[in-house]
């Protein structure tokens, strides 16, 4: 008899739906024979042992006989544990142990234990979003991922801790009297919730000029690179960095979900991800660990910092080709990775916040203490970023030593939250800036754009050229000023594009729609560092 079940398989950050077919011809020896077809992965293979095993100890007794299983379409590699579920269930169906025969508005997924329990499976989120474009109404998933796929509204989520549990949820569908609530979740309050940060700008003494610099990186999106000696507060500041973020939009908070459910980094108790990612590999990561990688790919740090801010201390220490590989990402938003049987892309639209000291010693430039290092050692040791990398930080400052007087001094410093308001200030005026253009163009704002794996423009820092040239008006003297900056100091045309973004932003910070002297002034100032530690 043959019977049938759906399940998905993910694929990138987005999911397709399977078919499930189990089909068994009567009984042979004394072995059970049973073959997967479907490009299926050696998870998926190996389900069988698990299967059986759950089918057990769950107490069903099935006879050995020849069973094939179908996994379709079979184009779509199969890989993971989640059809075990399926699979079991389409297998008692077929040997006639469930009283419902008919599962195409079900969507099950999840891994058996041989105890017949469930486990939780990576990827959930995207998922449930191929059920409900599917018009798939009934998710049937371990609980450990039900407040992930509840998120996604019009699907109903039937979370299951054992395969018994499953028979007789589906038992009683077939009467009509399925009692267990499904658990919806109201998603835009999760994001709404008080947002509670470890550390606060109110414990850093002095460095208002970096403070500054944070703020408008914060505001617009922008990258930044701090270079100062050892002890001056750059991790104490970086890690202040997320305290004054502007909260997720709901859309950028899918897209990041989605993300981290598939890279399976999701704390099963926040069905969303409601901060911004706060991401700080260590400076042994790997360039897959950092970009992503693994024979069926995986998304990478770079990745699982969308929307939010990817730090990197110490720079220079992590290898030159590791750095190398956030060229791309840095540049377009996105990673792809290719792979002989496929090439994925996953997005990777993040902000960059870097520290380094200028030296090997670290005092290079200090005030108060000498430098060790000659200049070929300080040439050897900043040459590790390289300049295509500088080039894209549009934010570069000194962070030096605090002044005893600054660090022992009575009044408090401003703290995140006043900071934070500003941000948030700036960040409504860009969103609504884009918002109109858009409607003017008469586009859909809310969706991907059109340009291929690419998202809508929240901030600043992620506008495109003929943004850009829209948004980035200039007076004619600022432009003078932008133009003798560009030759003086040999700037790129992809530095000028940033300069004319955080000078952006810093108007934006002051409220005003005129880009003026003062705003682009100090957009180029913030480009002026590199020349004296890398020239
Ligand atoms: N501006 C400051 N206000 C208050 N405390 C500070 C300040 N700067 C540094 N400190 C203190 O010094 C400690 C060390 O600072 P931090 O680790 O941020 O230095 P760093 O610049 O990252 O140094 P390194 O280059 O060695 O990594 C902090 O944990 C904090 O206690
Ligand atoms: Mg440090």
């Known amino acids: 008899m043959l019977f049938k079940a759906l399940s998905a398989a993910v694929y990138g950050i987005d999911a397709h739906i399977i078919d499930v077919e189990v089909d068994f011809s009567g009984v042979v020896n004394e072995k059970m024979n049973f073959s997967t077809v479907g490009l ?79 486990r939780s499976v990576h990827g959930m989120l995207p998922i449930a979003v191929a059920a409900k474009a599917r018009g798939i109404q009934n998710l049937v998933i371990p609980a450990g991922n039900a407040r992930e796929a509840a998120v996604v509204e019009g699907v109903k989520v039937y979370p299951v801790r054992s395969l018994l549990e499953v028979r007789d949820l589906l038992n009683a569908a077939a009467l009509g009297s399925m009692t267990q609530m499904p658990l919806t979740v109201m998603s835009m309050e999760l994001l709404e919730e008080l947002q509670i940060f470890a550390h606060d700008f109110k414990d ?20 930044i690179l701090m270079i100062g ?15 004054i973020l502007a909260p997720l939009r ?59 801010l990817l730090f990197l201390d ?78 894209r930080i549009d934010i570069h400052i000194e962070v030096p030593a605090v002044q005893y007087k600054e660090l022992r001094g009575g009044s408090a410093a401003e703290g995140s939250a006043e900071i934070r308001t500003r941000v948030m200030a700036a960040r409504e005026r860009q969103h609504a800036r884009f918002v109109e253009a858009a409607a003017r163009n008469g586009q859909v704002r809310t969706r991907p754009s059109g340009r291929s794996a690419s998202y809508a423009v929240y901030a600043n820092a992620q506008m495109t050229t003929q943004q850009v040239r829209v948004f980035c008006e200039l007076s004619s003297e600022a432009e003078r000023i932008l133009e003798r900056a560009m030759q003086q100091q040999g700037l790129s045309a992809r530095a000028h594009d940033r300069i004319l973004k955080v000078s952006r932003t810093i108007a934006d910070l002051e409220g005003v729609a005129e880009i003026a002297v003062k705003h682009i002034a100090e957009a180029i100032q913030y480009r002026t560092l590199d020349r004296s530690y890398w020239a």
């Open 314 to 391: 110490e720079l220079p220490e992590f290898p030159r080709n590791v750095l190398e590989v956030l060229r791309q990402p840095l540049e377009d938003g996105t990673v792809t990775i290719a792979r002989a049987s496929m090439s994925l892309s996953f997005p990777a639209r993040f902000m960059l916040a870097a520290a380094m000291n200028p030296c090997p010693c670290g005092y290079f430039n200090d005030k108060s203490r000498d430098c060790h290092c000659t200049p070929p050692m300080i040439q050897r040791y900043v040459s590790k970023v390289s300049g295509p990398l500088l080039d």
């Open 204 to 223: 850093v003494r002095g460095q208002q000029v970096a403070k500054r610099a944070l703020e408008v990186a914060a505001a617009g999106g922008h990258n």
């Open 250 to 308: 709901f859309e950028e908070a899918l897209e990041t979900t989605k993300i981290h459910s598939v890279a399976g980094v999701l704390n099963g108790d926040d069905g969303l991800v409601t901060h911004r990612p706060f991401r700080a590999p260590h400076h042994t990561i790997s360039d897959a660990g950092l970009i992503g990688g693994g024979a069926v790919p995986r998304p990478g740090e770079v990745s699982l910092a969308h929307n939010g």
């Open 229 to 243: 000696p050892p002890g001056s507060g750059k991790t104490m500041l970086a890690k202040r960095l997320p305290s």
């Open 40 to 118: 299926p992965d050696a998870a998926v293979r190996e389900s069988r042992d698990r299967v059986l095993s759950a089918i057990r100890h769950s107490g069903f007794d099935i006879p050995p006989t020849r069973i094939t299983i179908n996994l379709a379409p079979a184009d779509v590699k199969k890989e993971g544990s989640g059809f075990d579920l399926p699979i079991a269930i389409a297998l008692l169906g077929a040997y006639g142990a469930l009283h419902i025969k008919d599962l195409s508005n079900f969507l099950l997924v999840g891994e058996l234990g041989l105890d017949g329990n469930l």
